[in-house]
Nanobody, 123 residues
Framework: QVQLAESGGGLVQAGGSLRLSCAAS????????VGWFRQAPGKDRVFVAH????????TYTDSVKGRFTISRDNAKKTAYLQMNSLKPEDTAVYYC????????????????WGQGTQVTVSS
């Protein structure tokens, strides 16, 4: 069982930046791919980014390409989501997840989840 804890959310003006962190409780985290999802008010939780266990392969949803960067430091058991050029439509609760099975784009495919961190982008 791996516990995940997100941090780094907050209120930022449009055009600003935030870096989210996802700290894992177990060293086995380094063996798992990791994903970031977000859920805006009244909407479903949707895929944002994914990185494989090695850190060599990344995938992003189109709306964040060129603005968001996923990374990980397995020695620190931590994954990150660097978010630049933030827009009001990026406002959501952001979740990290680990150990996807059968795919990477749907939240049902991930075994472990954090509690989420709120990101609010003002215009």
């Amino acid at each position: 069982q791996v516990q995940l804890a997100e941090s780094g959310g907050g209120l930022v003006q449009a055009g600003g930046s935030l870096r989210l962190s996802c700290a894992a409780s177990e060293r086995t985290f380094s063996s798992y791919a990791v994903g970031w999802f977000r859920q805006a008010p009244g909407k479903d939780r949707v895929f944002v980014a994914h990185m494989d266990a090695t850190g060599w392969s990344t995938t992003y949803t189109d709306s964040v390409k060129g603005r968001f960067t996923i990374s990980r430091d397995n020695a620190k058991k931590t994954a990150y989501l660097q978010m630049n050029s933030l827009k009001p439509e990026d406002t959501a609760v952001y979740y990290c997840a680990a150990y996807p099975r059968g795919g990477i784009y749907h939240d049902s495919q991930y075994l472990y989840w954090g509690q989420g961190t709120q990101v609010t982008v003002s215009s």
